[in-house]
């Protein structure tokens, strides 16, 4: 690693190139005290867009024309949930993921939340105590109203769920004013999240023949707390896990089809009741199930 800075205690933000001051700022400016425009905003009728299809489909001829093994130090591969780098030379790591939920035309505040939460249950599925957050915001022109309190409220969905989960933003981007022809794009919010890996030796892979198949819950719906604990069980329990899978958008049908064709293997699976909250796939060895706790958690199956 390199040191490139140091923390002071005089509020200032400074840059240096050659040992000469060449930027300066009160670093309030970039958080608190920053400007904030007030823009014209007026909230869309949320019954007047139909939902679009979700493709299920795997995304692997996207990412795999990515060489993701650059640097050796890929410990988990891409296509579930995260992937793991070494931090090199300890045995420590980072679990990364992406996130971005259907279009938020329904409700941009809720679309706001899941992106935090999926990006942060897909790190912890993968070993990774959620650290820090990252986001791309994709939207129409501000301009409009309509536009500008979609914003508004993914904003918030984005705030509200990071500081149940105690998860700083830390950095982020904008994507405004895509229009064709006087017509917005869908509300986007997207979130990256970056995760620490105590030991990258042992982060969940793929479930073995004869493990037993969980499912953790988070009962109640959008219930944050609850969604917090649920993201903290999974990255604790981690270790014991062979497998650990987010159920997102298609359900828990398509997360078990996921796990299967990822891991090689089918389960014998007796489907439980659809929950309202979030959910996270999990497999262990028989042995290895007392460990984990019975609080929100249920056998639903054996790999065959």
């Known amino acids: 690693?390199?040191?490139?800075?140091?923390?002071?205690?005089?509020?200032?933000?400074?840059?240096?190139?050659?040992?000469?001051?060449?930027?300066?700022?009160?670093?309030?400016?970039?958080?608190?005290?920053?400007?904030?425009?007030?823009?014209?905003?007026?909230?869309?009728?949320?019954?007047?867009?139909?939902?679009?299809?979700?493709?299920?489909?795997?995304?692997?001829?996207?990412?795999?024309?990515?060489?993701?093994?650059?640097?050796?130090?890929?410990?988990?591969?891409?296509?579930?949930?995260?992937?793991?780098?070494r931090l090199r030379p300890s045995l420590r790591g980072i679990a990364v993921s992406l996130q971005g939920p259907p279009p938020g035309e329904h409700d941009p505040f809720v679309a706001g939340v899941l992106a935090v939460l999926g990006a942060a249950r897909n790190v912890a599925c993968a070993g990774g105590e959620p650290v820090a957050l990252t986001d791309c915001l994709n939207f129409g022109s501000p301009e409009k109203p309509e536009i500008a309190w979609e914003l508004e409220q993914a904003i918030e969905g984005i705030a509200r769920a990071a500081e149940a989960l105690a998860i700083p933003v830390v950095s982020g981007n904008v994507s405004l004013y895509n229009?064709?022809?006087?017509?917005?794009?869908?509300?986007?919010?997207?979130?990256?999240?970056?995760?620490?890996?105590p030991e990258v030796r042992i982060v969940p892979g793929a479930w073995r023949r004869r493990d037993l198949v969980l499912l953790a819950t988070a009962p109640g719906e959008l219930d944050l707390a609850a969604e917090a604990a649920l993201i903290r069980y999974v990255w604790k329990a981690a270790p014991v896990l062979t497998l650990a899978h987010d159920v997102s958008d298609g359900g828990l049908r398509v997360a078990l089809r996921e796990a299967a064709e990822h891991s090689g293997l089918e389960a014998d699976v007796d489907l439980p009741a659809t929950a309202r909250g979030g959910q996270v796939l999990l497999a262990c060895a028989p042995a290895d199930v007392k460990r984990l706790g019975t609080k929100n958690v249920q056998q639903i199956g054996v790999v065959a």
């Open 1 to 85: 690693y390199a040191a490139i800075g140091e923390v002071t205690d005089d509020g200032l933000l400074r840059a240096y190139h050659d040992g000469e001051v060449v930027g300066e700022v009160p670093a309030s400016f970039l958080t608190d005290e920053c400007p904030r425009y007030d823009v014209d905003r007026a909230p869309h009728p949320i019954t007047s867009v139909e939902p679009a299809p979700v493709n299920f489909e795997s995304k692997r001829w996207i990412y795999e024309q990515y060489d993701h093994l650059v640097g050796s130090r890929t410990i988990r591969r891409p296509g579930l949930d995260a992937a793991v780098l």
């Open 179 to 197: 229009d064709t022809d006087g017509r917005s794009i869908p509300p986007t919010p997207v979130v990256g999240c970056v995760g620490l890996v």
